[in-house]
């Protein structure tokens, strides 16, 4: 397709006039970036950042249907690979990001931790499902504070922060962040986008808390990590495939 214009998902979820797209054209995007995220775990890759900032949205000519007044998105991309690594670099570690742009998308397991720790898939899936989340509402979760962010007003109940220094509160229980979250995925999505969408995104927010594990360098937990791009198949793609064919007025295949 001609494509003339492209924004960071960040970007556009900030802008005034975000309520201007179809349904069906949203899922769609939702359904393609899950993809991108699993074809890069199929290759071996892990992204290390799967944020609204890392993924550039593309637009169509005409930037907006001048009849309905909707936005032309179409493929999204994703960027931002300074933290990719190969999947067998097991013993690869990083320190989770102090910044909020950055922080609030990492799994509660990595951002509580101590020092370096291992980044895995689950996190990327983790990282996906607070994207999922933002798209199903069409707002961001962190708005613009001079040459920074801060988590909007909407997303102040769920996300345990330090007003005074504008750092996310590590000292938060991983439980009860992962329980924060849940809960207003559950409040805020069924009304805005579905209870399918939602279970969708509850699903990819639940990665790596049902494994019993704690320590990711356990050798046991190699076992754990064999299943995870299936799982991401059956109960995420696959969904989200059925219900933008739905929404979409087409037929299953």
Known sequence: PNVSTAFTLRRFLTMEETDCHALDSRLSFALQLA???????????????IRPDSIFLTFREPFRDHQTGR????????????????????????SPSR???????????????????????????YGLGLCLFEIGLWKSMLRRDGDGFIIDDWAEDFFEYRKSDGELDRTCPVAMRHENIIR???????????NAYTDIVVT???????????DRRDKAYEAIRADISLRCVK??????????VRVSGGSKK
């Open 204 to 214: 990819c927010l639940s990665f790596g808390f049902n494994d019993g594990k704690d």
């Open 99 to 125: 910044a909020l742009s950055e922080g609030i998308y990492h799994h509660p397991w990595y951002l509580n931790r101590e020092g370096d720790q291992p980044y895995a898939m689950e996190d990327d899936i």
């Open 184 to 194: 207003a995925a559950k409040r805020l999505l069924p009304l805005k986008i579905g």
């Open 71 to 94: 936005y032309n998105i179409t493929t999204p991309y994703l960027a931002g690979y300074h933290k990719a690594r190969c999947d067998v670099q097991k013993n690869e570690l990083d």
């Open 235 to 244: 109960d995420v793609l696959y969904p989200l495939r059925r219900l933008q």
């Open 35 to 49: 993809i991108a995220v699993h074809v890069l775990h199929t290759l071996g890759i892990i992204h290390g950042s």
